[in-house]
T-cell receptor
Framework: DVKVTQSSRYLVKRTGEKVFLECVQDMDHENMFWYRQDPGLGLRLIYFSYDVKMKEKGDIPEGYSVSREKKERFSLILESASTNQTSMYLC????????????FGPGTRLTVL | SQQGEEDPQALSIQEGENATMNCSYKTSINNLQWYRQNSGRGLVHLIL?????REKHSGRLRVTLDTSKKSSSLLITASRAADTASYFCATDGPGGNMLTFGGGTRLMVKP
C-alpha cells in the first residue's frame, strides 16, 4: 500500500515564526502536492512538484515556498507564519500527473496564534 | 475558482438508503475522480472515470459522467453508518497537470 506520512498531526505556531511541514511518500512517485483545506473553500493547491528540485505554483502560492531535494520528500515552508495561514494542510503524491490517483497523507492542522 | 461543484452540500439519510451526490464542472476534462474524507483525516481515492466513459462501478459505488452536461454523479447503494464522510469530486481541468477539487458533499448516514 502507498503510504504518505506528514510530520505532525497538530501544530501550533506564533505569528512571524518560520514553519516547516514535511511530507514523505514511500512509493517512488514522481508527483507530490501540497493543499490547504478550509471550511467552505474545499481543497486548494498551493504547490506541486513533478520531479526532484522541480516545482510549480498552484492556485494559492503566496506566503509559501516548497523544497524537494529528494524524490520521497516534499516540504512546505511558511517563511513568516500569519494567522490567515491557520488551516488543515494536506500532502499528496501520485505516480504520474493528474490522470493518476492521488494518495493523501493524514493532514496537519496548523494553528497560527 | 473551483472547477467542480458538488451538490448537495450536505445530505442526511438512513442506513440502507441510497445516497446520490452530484458534481458539475466548467471546462473540458480528461478524467474525473471521486474521493472520500473521514472527519479530520486525509482523502481516500474512490473511483476514476475517464472522459470517454459514461458509467463505472466499484462495489456499492456507481459513478456516471455526462460530458455534454459537464456533470457527474456518485451513487452509494445500501448505505452504512461507516459511509458517513465528506465526498469530493476532482477534475484535471484545462492545465492537465493539477487536480481541482470541489467543495464537497457532507454525507451523514444514520444507523
Amino acid at each position: 500500500d502507498v503510504k504518505v506520512t506528514q510530520s505532525s498531526r497538530y501544530l501550533v505556531k506564533r505569528t512571524g515564526e518560520k514553519v516547516f511541514l514535511e511530507c514523505v511518500q514511500d512509493m517512488d512517485h514522481e508527483n507530490m502536492f501540497w493543499y490547504r483545506q478550509d471550511p467552505g473553500l474545499g481543497l486548494r493547491l498551493i504547490y506541486f512538484s513533478y520531479d526532484v528540485k522541480m516545482k510549480e505554483k498552484g492556485d494559492i502560492p503566496e506566503g509559501y515556498s516548497v523544497s524537494r531535494e529528494k524524490k520521497e520528500r516534499f516540504s512546505l515552508i511558511l517563511e513568516s507564519a500569519s494567522t490567515n495561514q491557520t488551516s488543515m494542510y494536506l500532502c499528496a503524491s501520485s505516480l504520474r500527473g493528474s490522470m493518476d490517483t492521488q494518495y493523501f497523507g493524514p493532514g496537519t492542522r496548523l494553528t497560527v496564534l | 475558482s473551483q472547477q467542480g461543484e458538488e451538490d448537495p452540500q450536505a445530505l442526511s439519510i438512513q442506513e440502507g438508503e441510497n445516497a446520490t451526490m452530484n458534481c458539475s464542472y466548467k471546462t473540458s476534462i480528461n478524467n474525473l475522480q471521486w474521493y472520500r474524507q473521514n472527519s479530520g483525516r486525509g482523502l481516500v481515492h474512490l473511483i476514476l472515470i475517464r472522459s470517454n466513459e459514461r458509467e463505472k462501478h466499484s462495489g456499492r459505488l456507481r459513478v456516471t459522467l455526462d460530458t455534454s452536461k459537464k456533470s457527474s454523479s456518485l451513487l452509494i447503494t445500501a448505505s452504512r453508518a461507516a459511509d458517513t464522510a465528506s465526498y469530493f469530486c476532482a477534475t484535471d481541468g484545462p492545465g492537465g497537470n493539477m487536480l481541482t477539487f470541489g467543495g464537497g458533499t457532507r454525507l451523514m448516514v444514520k444507523p
